[in-house]
């Protein structure tokens, strides 16, 4: 599958103003190199990351969104997909052609219980490497960032409480400690295939451990109607 960076003018289906290089799309390299980066979903099963672009509906074209996340313990990302699975809550849901992936940086043993805790009901997989996250040039910080989000509906002390529960609910299994890196932050990238050509249309890299996109703009990303 070939990469094509997009000649048109950068708009952000937001309605926003673009915001330096948190939403500079990937470029030719950098998404030729993701797509050989190993990962691996609940069960274990090892694939690259570019076996998500396929298979293709009848027109030979589809249209991905790939979020990813924090830790797998993290609260604040907890509460960002709980409240996206409550707004987009099937593939159904979904525009035509289009599919949504989660993309963590733990272990893979821990996408069962993280799956159930958010009600996701969309794929989730693992970078345990956090190659993707650097090659698609995602940071690390412990930065809560100026403000909070509308998908946070705890407190910190709440949300930090929670996740220590549920490492510690972990321990037995042995993947208590391997939830991944907790200053690795992630982002929301939108891409399109068109045959054989991968396109990325859209991104946003989070600037501090709670700043996904908010759900309503993630809609408008999408072509979604309403909130």
Known sequence: MSVQQSETS????????KKDDIEDLPSRDQLENAAKIPIFNAEGKELVFGDLFS?????????????????????NCQSYLL??????????SLPAGTTLAIIGCGSHTIIPMYAKETACPFPIYSDPSRRLFDILGMSRSLSLGESTPNYIQQSVLASTVKGI??????????DGLKGGDIKQI??????????????????????????HTEVPALRRVLGLEGD
């Open 10 to 17: 950068w708009q952000n289906p937001t309605g926003e103003e």
């Open 186 to 211: 992630g982002g929301e990238f939108l891409f399109e295939v068109h045959g054989s050509v991968l396109e990325p249309v859209w991104c946003h890299r989070m600037r501090n451990t709670r700043d």
């Open 55 to 75: 298979p293709l509906d009848a027109e030979g074209k589809k249209r991905i969104l790939v979020i990813f996340i924090r830790h797998f313990f993290c609260g």
């Open 83 to 92: 409240t996206l699975s409550k707004s987009i809550s099937s593939t159904d």
């Open 165 to 174: 529960s549920q490492i510690l609910k972990r321990i037995p299994a042995g």
